[in-house]
């Protein structure tokens, strides 16, 4: 394995995000004009490909990875993400928290010298806001008579919040010589965090009872933490009915990209990042 792919591989371990939060509303099967508080929680997994520019103490690595490179990099993999919504009439509130570790461990040996780097990266990710229902239309057959949830509608909302990101990576480094007596051990610590604001909006429609899709779209960034970031999701979802109470599965495609720079000269870090991929996953409402 040559020098660069080595270096490009535990770059992986040190950057790789797997999901981001505040992407997907959990529910495609919205109900407008209810007066009582509703809630819902959902699971999501992301099978997250990575393409751009990753710059530490000004070294600069280009990183064009599939979500199998990721997976080949990486020794162990822990992924959680979850999300609580609360909807009242056309308000809506989300919070919706993520957390990734992943580590690797590589090894070698020199003569009498043995040396392994382990490498551990921990992500964090959390999505933070509100939205409003600002239109919905009815469609098909239904569209002129006054009907519930089921029947066929396009909707429209806004939608205002904010992402953290949080990343660390850590790489622990030890050198043993024990024909000489001779041991050592480096570990080396670096975290970044920021706050991306964002607007956007999110148009869908359920186009029957257990059928509805779903296109999100927002911006952010503003300099405030990023210099820019967007996102895009789309999503089909299909409704049914688990245990008593309403449920969606969906599957569709992800797209985050984050502008973030901080620090110049030795210090500067920049993260210029586009994580894409599938989505898969499953919500129930309460």
Sequence with gaps: MGMRKT???????S??????????RPSLADEPGTNKWQFSTSLYAWAVAMDGDVTIRNRTVDVDASFSDVIEASDSIF????????????WGLFFNPAYMKVSGEKGAILGP?????????????IGFGGSYRIAEWPIGPGKNRSNDNQDQ??????MVGGRYTYLKGEIDLRVTAASLGLSGQRVVEKSKSWVDPFIGARVGANMSENWSVQL?????GF??????????????GYRFQMFGHDANVAAGYRALYQDFE??????????????HGPVLGLNVRF
């Design 113 to 125: 010298v043995s040396a392994s780097v382990d490498a551990t990266t921990e992500i964090a990710i």
């Design 223 to 236: 300099g405030v933490g990023s210099d820019f970031t967007w996102q895009t999701v789309a999503l089909v």
């Design 216 to 220: 999100r779209g927002d911006i952010g």
């Design 15 to 24: 950057v790789m995000a797997a999901i981001t939060s505040g992407a997907i």
């Design 79 to 90: 992924a959680f993400m979850a999300t609580a919504d609360a909807t009242k009439g056309r």
């Design 262 to 275: 901080d620090g110049s000269g030795s210090e500067r870090f920049v993260w210029d990042m586009l994580l």
């Design 7 to 13: 270096r490009v591989r535990w770059l992986l371990l």
């Design 153 to 158: 509608t396009v909707w429209l909302d806004a």
